[in-house]
């Protein structure tokens, strides 16, 4: 029997996917303390920033560089709450106290990511940026990943080049690889997972708004694992809708990278 969607319904006009989407990657980082929020694409920068001025205060903001934004709402130079040189943010990140959210260019069911190329490694059909920081990353700290746009060519069966590491390949590996391995939530244009499950198969946990179980399914290149109710991603509150549109992102760049 296909699984549901739990209140499947049309979009609210209050909010918009980008702004659905902002807050589930801002729940991300719920409950996390003192780490630093690093992260990769617009929507999960406005989490990030959103996060700290709601649920999650104690969050460390970059600006990509070397400093720590004081202020969510002006994270340009001017108020900075102290300095990070690349050196210290590495340090950060190797002892576990950085979350990530990333990017994916291909995703399998345990996590495993790749960022380097598609095709054979060899003679690869398209060159991406290479394994970057991907493989400490995911055995470091914890780790969220965000697609902008939810396709069989990002959700795989099988990633052609592993960069970051999944959770079949860190229990493989064992000792302190499985140990400080930990892949939160993948957040997409559609829905949120998680790998909640006795395997760490990627689990659905939400769709969004106006978004059917079947709409993910089909756009995914394997079977994640599927409750027999999946819930409506949560919409933000009036205050965070505020958050969003006045202080956080006037200028609406969330809508260019998830278009309604």
């Avoid at 659905?20 to 729940?27: G, H, K, R, S, W």
């Avoid at 009036?238 to 200028?251: A, C, H, K, N, T």
Wanted: overall charge neutral; aromatic content about 6%.
């Amino acid at each position: 029997m296909t699984a549901t969607a739990t209140g499947d319904r049309a979009a609210a006009p209050s909010a918009t996917r980008a702004e659905v989407c902002v807050v589930a990657c801002a729940e991300a980082w719920r409950g996390d303390g003192e780490v630093l929020a690093a992260t990769a694409g617009t929507v999960p920068a406005l989490g990030a920033r959103l996060a700290r001025l709601t649920f999650s205060p104690g969050l460390l903001l970059t600006d990509g560089e070397a400093m720590l934004p004081a202020s969510p709402e002006d994270p340009d130079p001017g108020h900075i709450e102290g300095w990070l040189p690349y050196r210290k943010h590495l340090s950060l990140a190797a002892r576990g106290k950085r979350h990530m959210m990333m990017g994916a260019s291909q995703l399998d069911r345990y996590g495993n990511q790749n960022i380097s190329c598609v095709g054979e490694w060899a003679r690869p059909r398209r060159q991406l940026l290479g394994s970057r920081g991907a493989p400490s990353n995911t055995v470091n700290h914890p780790v969220s990943y965000w697609v902008p746009r939810h396709s069989a060519r990002v959700f795989v069966e099988r990633v052609d080049t592993v960069s970051g590491v999944g959770y079949d390949r860190a229990a493989e590996a064992g000792g302190s690889v499985a140990r400080f391995h930990e892949l939160r939530r993948v957040v997409t244009d559609l829905a949120v997972f998680d790998f909640a499950t006795p395997d760490h198969r990627m689990r659905l946990v939400s769709v969004h708004p106006g978004v059917r179980v079947a709409n993910v399914l089909e756009r995914t290149g394997f079977t994640p694992a599927v409750p027999d109710h999946v819930p409506v991603t949560r919409e933000p509150t009036g205050e965070e809708l505020r958050l969003i549109r006045e202080v956080l992102d006037p200028r609406g760049t969330r809508e260019r990278e998830v278009p309604g």
